[in-house]
């Protein structure tokens, strides 16, 4: 069983950065892909990014692309998205999500585990 923790939330003006944390517990974690995905106010679930087990392969929705970056640190169990030049639209709570599986996947239904969440929101 994996048990996820998101972190580094908060409000921001447009334009500003944020980076979020995901730490999961166990030993398998180099073994899981990762992924983020966002709920917004009154939207659905979307998916923001994925990384495989190694770090080796990324993937963005194309609304964060060249504005976030994933990345790993398989050594502390930890995901970071690294959220730059936020726009208002970036507002949503934040879930990490790991697969047993180590390839990147972008659908949510391909998860097995989830975080809580992390508001974000990013004001004009």
């Known amino acids: 069983q994996v048990q996820l923790r998101e972190s580094g939330g908060g409000v921001v003006q447009a334009g500003g950065s944020l980076r979020l944390s995901c730490t999961a517990s166990?030993?398998?974690?180099?073994?899981?892909?990762m992924a983020w995905f966002r709920q917004a106010p009154g939207k659905e679930r979307e998916f923001v990014a994925t990384i495989s087990s190694s770090g080796g392969d990324t993937y963005y929705a194309n609304s964060v692309k060249g504005r976030f970056t994933v990345s790993r640190e398989n050594a502390k169990n930890t995901v970071y998205l690294q959220m730059n030049s936020l726009k208002p639209e970036d507002t949503a709570v934040y879930y990490c999500?790991?697969?047993?599986?180590?390839?990147?996947?972008?659908?949510?239904?391909?998860?097995?585990?989830w975080g809580q969440g992390t508001q974000v929101t990013v004001s004009s």
């Open positions: 166990g030993r398998t974690f180099g073994s899981y892909a």
């Open positions: 999500a790991a697969r047993s599986n180590p390839y990147a996947n972008n659908r949510g239904a391909e998860y097995d585990y």
